[in-house]
């Protein structure tokens, strides 16, 4: 992992330096110069390998779309936008065309507003800023922002949608779903989310648990009518992906499913004040999760593995709220230290043995990207 871990080292550095320079309650309420700097710099060095990769999972896929997009003017008056096929980020890819064919330039805005907006809600919603950019980044978050462009976009601006639903802001967070929808349509999804802000292991849960197994007990009939309706829709999914024979990792299903399961064991010592919607939507998120993971245990890994993933930042700040509650605060550091060993092993599992990350990953250098700049402009 000589590729992955210059990076998982800086932003731990930058992390910790963030939290060490920032005093409130959760990071968020005081800020300092010295916090700022620190905290942008985490986000240029989250961002910036995104920004300048050239292969890993479906980059090659959205280079050579951004090199045959049309120009903006031609996409605007062929009629061929459609709101269920991601408007948003078929403009933004005719916009950037329009002007430059460096790929590069292409994903630098994406990435540096994805690793901002992620890094910022783990700042507002974490206890602990260090250790949830350790599960950010542990659990395979960052790796997934560099596989795909258009799931991550929408992600972030959903994390925007979260705030907005603990606030009770009900008219913005329905905005800002159908804003993320128009960049990936499964963004869609979330409007299920204000479902979610009552406590954990209650009936509710319990019925999005009986959904699953129906759902994994029928597999096949459920998923062709999910065709036949995204089809119906506009929204055309490949019936070769969806019931093909891969299925997702157990060990996979396994992980996600460490904060419902510590939820439900140390219940009594975490719901136990008044209300606590943003507590409640958190965990409730880590839940679906899993639960939608856990239907790709059957087949169409790909998809539900994708799916599920909308909802992990639950996990990564949920977590660390979850593990401060039952213990005394003398032993707060042990517990976090713990927890993140065993998922520092899931990680290096990931990226050593499931696939070996420095095989596909591939980047420019800052030189070159600038040498292609300035080429661009002379030549260009």
């Known amino acids: 992992m ?38 942008f710099m985490l986000v240029v060095t989250l961002a910036l390998p995104i920004a300048l990769r050239k292969s890993y999972n479906d980059t090659g896929a959205y280079i050579d779309g951004f ?19 991601n408007p948003l980020f078929r403009i933004y890819e005719s916009l950037v065309r329009t002007f430059t064919d460096n790929p590069t330039v292409f994903f630098l805005f994406p990435a540096f507003f994805v690793q901002y907006s992620y890094m910022r809600f783990i700042r507002r919603h974490s206890p602990s800023f260090l250790v949830g950019v350790a599960l950010y980044l542990f659990l395979g978050a960052y790796t997934f922002s560099i596989a795909t462009m258009k799931q991550v976009w929408a992600m972030a601006i959903l994390l925007y949608a979260v705030d907005a639903l603990i606030e009770r802001k009900t008219a913005q967070f329905c905005l800002l ?10 963004a869609l999804m979330f409007l299920i989310l204000p479902l979610f ?37 506009g929204k055309h999914v490949s019936s070769s992906e969806i019931l093909g024979t891969a299925s997702i990792n157990p060990i996979r299903v396994a992980v996600y499913a460490v904060p419902p399961l510590f939820a439900l064991v140390f219940r009594p010592y975490l719901f136990i004040e008044g209300e606590d919607r943003e507590h409640n939507i958190l965990v409730n998120m880590s839940f679906l999760t899993v639960a939608i993971m ?6 169409a890994a ?41 998922f520092a092993g899931y990680f290096c599992y990931s990226n050593l043995v499931q696939i070996y990350f420095d095989d596909h990953f591939g980047r420019y250098t800052v030189m070159q990207f600038l040498e292609t700049l300035w080429q661009g402009f002379l030549f260009g």
């Open 2 to 39: 000589s590729k992955l871990m210059p990076i998982v080292i800086g932003a731990f550095f930058w992390a910790w330096m963030t939290e060490m320079s920032t005093r409130g309650k959760y990071g968020l309420h005081k800020q300092s110069a010295a916090n700022g700097f620190a905290f």
């Open 67 to 85: 090199l045959s997009a049309d120009p903006i003017g031609v996409l605007l008056g062929s009629g061929e936008l459609h709101l269920l096929r």
């Open 177 to 186: 779903v159908f804003l993320a929808a128009l960049f990936h349509t499964y």
């Open 197 to 233: 802000g009552v406590k954990p292991w209650t009936p509710r849960t319990f019925l999005l648990l009986v959904g699953v197994l129906l759902v994994m007990n029928n597999f096949e009939p459920v998923l062709t009518a999910f065709l036949e309706v995204a089809n119906e829709s």
């Open 294 to 299: 856990s239907v790709g245990l059957v087949s």
């Open 302 to 342: 790909n998809m539900f593995a994708r799916m599920g993933q909308y909802f992990e930042f639950g996990v990564i700040c949920g977590l660390p709220w979850m593990l401060k509650q039952p213990f005394e605060k003398s032993s707060e550091r042990l517990v976090y230290l713990i927890a993140l060993v065993c």
